[in-house]
């Protein structure tokens, strides 16, 4: 066998150890990284704290409103008709759309002539029936004397008494006939039976109508008598029951929007619905608008708002909706940290809830009741008011 030189011997050694260097070397840097990397320190994450909104528990009696909405009716409206036939030849000024009228004002007038010359025929015919029956009187006097006397039958008597009783009885229907007349006369003029407003006018100088009593002239609404018609659900209208109060006899207040104005006028519930609204599911109430006798600037149709004093609720507190967590829970805040108090719903004051004590420990006077729904937070979550 060749012997081989020893620097080929040299070479093949340090090729066989540079693999096993490289692998010590390499383990000694990641050794050395190992060593020298920075140590991660564990620090304790704080606490949240929640923001709150809250509300400070005060007891006692509470009487919240009711805002509801109403239209106004008319307390009053008469619609207004010729009671006899005949051409207009009179109109009054305020005869026309929303003319305002007082009471006895003449609206219109029928051509009075045929009446006039009725009127005259029939007082007439009573003078002439009035003379015949004092005629006839005076014959039966004559008669009685001559009876008496024997000088004429009893007949001719009898027939003297019967014709003045006949008489008698045309004179009344004369007197009839001209009162009929008068009247007739009289109603060739309609005047206003009340103060008001006119509404659906429908009569015009030269208009003829015929006296069947179909014909209209015009609407007349009494605004000094108005009235306000609203709806009261089953809810509302069992509690106010419950209150031990009538609903008839309550104020309420009735508010107008008339642009940048409101205009409020004090009512009175007068009447209530007999039977359920099917369009409202409540029950209607009529309240009459106190105007002291003046007409207002409220019309029929308007609408309005209606405010009505719900029941009294004792011992109650008034909180926001958001401050109810479930059904029957709400939040105090003690030592900082949200304490849990089990309550009760009593009723309702527009968007508030009216809540009383339900358990224990309970809501003091004083207490502050989180108001701000928190989903992730409850029982013992930190909190600060702000």
């Known amino acids: 066998m060749t012997e081989q030189p020893p620097a080929k011997l040299k070479v093949r050694a340090r090729r066989a150890l540079l693999p096993l260097v490289i692998v010590a070397v390499t383990a000694g840097v990641i050794a ?19 923001p709150v909104e809250v509300v400070e528990a005060r007891f006692g009696p509470l009487q919240p409103q009711l805002s509801l909405f109403g239209e106004i009716v008319g307390g009053r409206r008469s619609e207004l008709r010729p009671q006899v036939a005949g051409l207009v030849v009179e109109i009054g000024p305020n005869l026309q759309e929303g003319g305002q009228v007082e009471k006895g004002e003449l609206l219109l007038r029928i051509d009075p002539f045929d009446f006039e010359t009725a009127l005259a025929e029939q007082r007439s015919l009573l003078k002439e029936s009035e003379a015949r029956l004092e005629k006839l009187r005076r014959d039966l006097k004559r008669t009685q004397d001559l009876y008496a006397q024997k000088n004429v039958s009893e007949q001719a008597l009898d027939d003297a008494a019967l014709a003045v009783i006949e008489q008698e009885a045309l004179v009344e229907q004369r007197v009839i006939g001209v009162r009929r007349a008068e009247r007739d006369l009289a109603d060739t003029q309609l005047a206003a039976p009340f103060a008001g407003v006119l509404a659906n006018v ?10 069947f009593g179909n014909e209209a002239v015009a609407d007349l609404i009494d605004t000094s008598e108005l009235e306000v018609r609203f709806s009261v659900t089953n809810a509302q209208y069992g509690r106010l029951a419950e209150d031990g109060e009538p609903l008839i006899g309550r104020l309420v207040a009735v508010s107008w929007q008339v642009g940048d104005a409101t205009l409020v006028y004090p009512a009175v519930i007068e009447r209530v ?5 099917a369009s409202t599911g409540g029950v209607d109430a009529f309240a009459a608008i106190d105007s002291s006798g003046e007409q207002t600037l409220l019309r029929p149709g308007v609408f309005v708002s209606v405010t009505l004093a719900d029941r009294r609720y004792d011992n109650v507190i008034s909180v926001p909706e958001s401050a109810l967590y479930g059904e029957d829970t709400v939040y105090v805040i003690e030592a900082g940290r949200m304490s849990p108090r089990q309550v009760k719903v009593a009723g309702y004051s527009g968007a ?5 004590n339900a358990g224990d420990p309970a809501i003091r006077d004083g207490d502050q009741v989180v108001v701000t729904q928190l989903r992730e937070a409850g029982a013992g979550a930190q909190v600060t008011v702000r």
Do not use: H, N, Y
Request: net charge neutral; hydrophobic share 45%; no cysteine.
């Open 32 to 50: 050395l990284m190992i060593a020298t990397r920075p140590r991660l320190i564990r620090v304790p994450t704080p606490e949240r704290v929640w």
């Open 273 to 277: 619905g007999a039977e359920v609204t």
């Open 352 to 356: 508030d809830l009216l809540v009383t």
């Open 202 to 211: 429908a009569a015009d100088l030269g208009k003829e109508f015929t006296g």
